[in-house]
């Protein structure tokens, strides 16, 4: 069986190593180091400061199932720990032992492969095996049967972890809709949506356990899988990355890293939680004639003595029908009179330009910068700050 217990919440430390070993292995995902050319290491589906034997322990069954053979990477101490294994063999080991095993370390020291299960025998008289194997995706076996079995395995755990049914021991979770709220949360905190869009980076420091270090009972790497399978986004990828502490070379910090790629759905989601947590901040009215918007309790004067600039025609535009549906340029620029002949000869995002001129004044009075969302091909009118009625 893949997962050993999907009864069983998982850790986020355990479930990484499941989805990571499923990633390169059956959909041969870009392998996230920079040693290996082509393989991946225990070290590549741990999380936190694991012990490399427990991950190894851990994906076995999986690693049978492919029918995977690895290799030993020769590094330092390689040839200590070989003559070291080869003096405990001939101590310790019986005759059939020193057969077998003698010769599992004879096609490691010419590079050749060995199976997975030759890798968990030799581990009883070499210990450091687990630091030393390298898995090619290339060289296991997934037929359309064990592809099936493997994601069965993991789409069927996330169905319990979203409908709140794994049974836990030794430490609480949270059910998942709390789950999902953290996620949003961290996503406004640091205004995420607004600063890069629907596609970005979480990154978060965590414990030798895999958890966040601010919010422990919390699994960010199963709750973006979990959301994934519900349609609200999709995982680009998730890896770990180690950082060196100030002055302090010989101590790493372990991170993880989510990247994301939000759905609309989700986005809406996200900004009713914010109109909810921020209840007057919204669009009051747009005074046409004196060039003022009025947003949570404020007067912003766009442009003084209602001088018609572009950032003014560009507020009428969005608020004359659904503000929060996006406009595309030649949609707006149409409605402030311009013929195609016309736009051919305007300066270059002329629309951009008249948005980020209307944000910075609403930024400065309001303090929020994104009031219009824009790119150079379209706008509108943040929903989320878009008063709901009723």
Not at 179 to 190: G, Y
Not at 348 to 361: D, I, L, S, T
């Amino acid at each position: 069986m893949f997962i050993k217990d999907p009864e069983k919440h998982l850790s986020d430390q355990a479930f990484f190593s499941y989805i990571k070993f499923f990633d390169y292995v059956v959909l041969k995902k870009d392998i996230d180091n920079y040693d290996d050319d082509g393989a991946f290491s225990m070290r590549d589906v741990s999380l936190g400061g694991e012990d490399q034997a427990m991950v190894f322990n851990r994906i076995l069954d999986g690693a049978i199932a492919v029918q995977a053979s690895v290799i030993a990477k020769k590094g330092y101490r390689f040839d200590d720990q070989m003559k070291e294994t080869k003096e405990g063999l001939n101590e310790k080991g019986t005759d059939s032992e020193k057969k077998r095993i003698s010769k599992l370390i004879a096609s490691i020291e010419r590079g050749k492969a060995i199976t997975i299960q030759d890798a968990a025998a030799l581990s009883w008289f070499w210990f450091e095996v687990y630091d030393s194997i390298r898995f090619t995706p290339e060289l296991c076996k997934v037929s359309p049967e064990v592809k099936d079995n493997l994601q069965s395995a993991i789409e069927g755990y996330l169905d319990d972890f979203i409908n709140d049914k794994l049974s836990i021991s030794k430490k609480n979770y949270y059910r998942f809709e709390r789950q999902k709220a953290i996620l949003i949360k961290l996503i406004e905190e640091d205004n995420k949506i607004a600063k890069y869009g629907n596609n970005f980076i979480i990154r978060e420091k965590i414990g030798r356990d895999g958890s966040l270090e601010r919010a422990p009972d919390f699994c960010i790497v199963q709750t973006v899988y979990a959301l994934q399978k519900l349609g609200y986004l999709k995982v680009m990828n998730v890896w770990e990355e180690r950082q060196y502490k100030d002055n302090a070379y010989d101590d790493l910090v372990p991170f993880v890293n989510v990247n994301i790629l939000l759905d609309e759905m989700f986005i809406e989601e996200i900004n009713n939680s914010y109109k909810k947590g921020n209840p007057k901040n919204v669009f009051e009215k747009f005074d046409e004639k004196r060039g003022v918007l009025f947003f949570a309790g404020k007067e912003i004067t766009i442009s003084k003595k209602g001088k018609e600039t572009d950032a003014i025609l560009l507020i009428k535009t969005l608020l004359k029908k659904e503000p929060q549906t996006w406009k595309y340029n030649d949609e707006i620029l149409e409605d402030w009179g311009y013929t195609e002949d016309d736009m051919e000869r305007l300066p270059k995002n002329k629309v951009y330009f008249a948005a980020q001129k209307a944000n910075q004044a609403i930024a400065l009075v309001a303090q929020i910068d994104d009031f219009i969302e824009c790119n150079t091909t379209k706008a509108r009118i943040n929903p989320k700050y878009i008063k709901v009625d009723g």
